[in-house]
């Protein structure tokens, strides 16, 4: 099959005349979608967008689901707001991401193994464990019949399955062999079988938390919308088997990157958004017609071209990775693990770079962050709220052509928010069985940066500022035990001035 090349794709016309098709197109990111929120509600509320074509990978195909339900703007608008006030709920990564049994195990035990074995001699080796599957957790709520559950259902408990294994497999002979070589490690064998069989079994380190739940409850989220209201909707998935980027379109219809159909069935829309975000070795694969499909973002974390092929007009991409890769302490000493991570990383950055590049040459208009606010697995309210406000600022930068020095003080902002979250959490925030109190140096130092804020505020474009902006100085950034105090640097302050 022929690849389309980007590099011939004719620049998009940009119109402003009759009925044009307007486009998104929504990258993954994990949690960091809630840049993607900030961005969408500004253009929405302020631009006056009006997309009947989405396109999304991961975390974007959430999005592109939430608005794919409609072809009114103010409705979509509504679904953006609906998913940032689910996101605004989270308080812990467990909320978003549950971790199997096994890693949690693995988690638990593992920094004292690495210790203890390093002074001892190689393990033996073990027989392959063979995995024994049963459906869920003796926690896991019961489930209905499988003949009787289908759309979102069938796709909740695709996705909150346990497929733990069965704990017997461990022959006398091999616990022997393994207590004699690490005789300071009581209880290992038990929880090595757990965590090998638990990681052949599920296939992945975490399953979707609650959050899920919340999004595939039919008061927030209904398929047969998608496939109803009229919006062309894509979004993007990989198959293992073939190594092929693939799309899910809006009536459940696989299609390859000419958006031409494969395979043979009709499938819930939320199955191909359960696949679009299945982060290899994170979630498991998800099947689809006896093939297993991951994440989208294995090929293409902005599926841009698909948004061209599809006749757009005029076309927002909103990324949630910052595409600079900040550099990283010497590899000198580093570990095999650390070294490919971190080629990963070059990796992901250069292929995102790519894919920014194609979608400006094509005439789209790009909103990407500079600043990396969180991590795509990292949950926590204050950093979600800064990463939403950013996305929103970026958007207004990329409508209103804000100067570069306006845009810098944009980046400063959102750095200095940033700091003063990880001093409030590290210093002022109480912990149970805390009774420490912060230093006179930990409260200068928090002031400072208070004050830092408030003069930038000044010198930013206000137009380009999301609402609530007048507080970042005097009232606490959010966390998951959030204070209560009256905020001791406005006092600090004042005595300073």
């Not at 003949?147 to 909740?156: D, M, R, V």
């Not at 696989?254 to 031409?260: G, K, N, S, Y």
Request: aromatic share 6%.
């Amino acid at each position: 099959m022929s690849r389309f090349s980007w590099s011939g794709l004719p620049t998009l016309p940009w119109s402003h005349g009759a009925n044009p098709v307007e486009g998104l197109v929504l990258s993954g990111g994990g949690s960091k979608v809630s840049f993607q929120l900030g961005a969408l509600r500004y253009l929405y509320e302020v631009v006056g967008i009006r997309p009947s074509v989405v396109v999304g990978t991961s975390s974007g195909s959430i999005l592109s689901a939430m608005i794919g339900q409609s072809t009114d703007p103010e409705e979509q608008a509504a679904g953006v707001r609906q998913l940032e006030g689910l996101l605004y709920e989270l308080r812990r990564q467990s909320d978003m991401f549950t971790e199997r049994p096994w890693f949690t195990t693995l988690q638990a035990r593992g920094q004292e193994w690495v210790a203890l074995l390093s002074t001892e001699r190689p393990m033996p080796s073990a027989p392959k464990l063979g995995a024994t599957r049963k459906r869920a957790t003796d926690d896991d709520p019961p489930l209905a019949d499988e003949e009787q559950l289908s759309g979102q259902a069938e796709t909740l408990r695709i996705a909150m399955a346990e497929n733990t294994p069965e704990t017997s497999g461990w022959s006398p002979s091999v616990v022997m062999q393994l207590m004699s070589s690490l005789p300071r490690l009581r209880g290992a064998p038990s929880d090595l079988g757990t965590i090998l069989r638990g990681a052949e079994a599920t296939r992945s380190m975490y399953r979707p938390g609650p959050l899920l739940e919340r999004l595939l409850d039919e008061q927030t989220y209904r398929s047969d919308k998608v496939a109803s209201s009229g919006m062309t909707v894509r979004i993007s998935t990989v198959c293992l088997e073939s190594g092929e980027l693939r799309f899910m379109r809006q009536d459940g219809r696989l299609v390859d990157r000419d958006d031409e159909v494969v395979g043979h069935e009709v499938h819930d829309f939320s199955r191909g958004v359960l696949a679009s975000c299945s982060i290899p070795a994170v979630f498991a694969p998800v099947e689809l017609e006896g093939e297993y499909y991951v994440d989208g973002g294995v090929r293409e974390n902005i599926p841009a071209e698909m948004a061209a092929k599809l006749g757009v007009d005029r076309c927002w991409v909103v990324s949630s990775a910052a595409v600079d890769n900040p550099p990283k302490h010497s590899f000198a000493v580093s570990s095999i693990a650390l070294i490919a991570s971190r080629a990963t990383e070059i990796m992901a950055d250069e292929i995102e770079r790519d894919e920014i590049a194609y979608a400006r040459s094509a005439g789209m208009r790009v909103i990407e962050p500079e600043v990396p606010v969180h991590q795509p697995l990292q949950v926590d309210p204050g950093l979600i709220r800064i990463n939403r406000d950013y996305g929103w600022m970026r958007a207004a930068e990329a409508h209103l052509d804000v100067p570069l020095a306006q845009r810098n003080t944009h980046r400063r902002l959102i750095e200095l928010r940033c700091e003063a979250h990880r001093l409030e959490a590290e210093h002022f925030v109480r912990r149970r069985g805390e009774r420490s109190r912060p230093t006179e140096d930990q409260l200068r130092a928090l002031t400072a940066v208070k004050l830092e804020i408030a003069d930038a505020i000044g010198h930013a474009r206000h137009e380009a500022l999301p609402e609530g902006h007048e507080r970042w100085a005097s009232e606490w950034e959010q966390h998951p035990s959030q204070p209560t105090r009256r905020p001791p640097w406005l006092s600090a302050a004042g005595r300073r001035s």
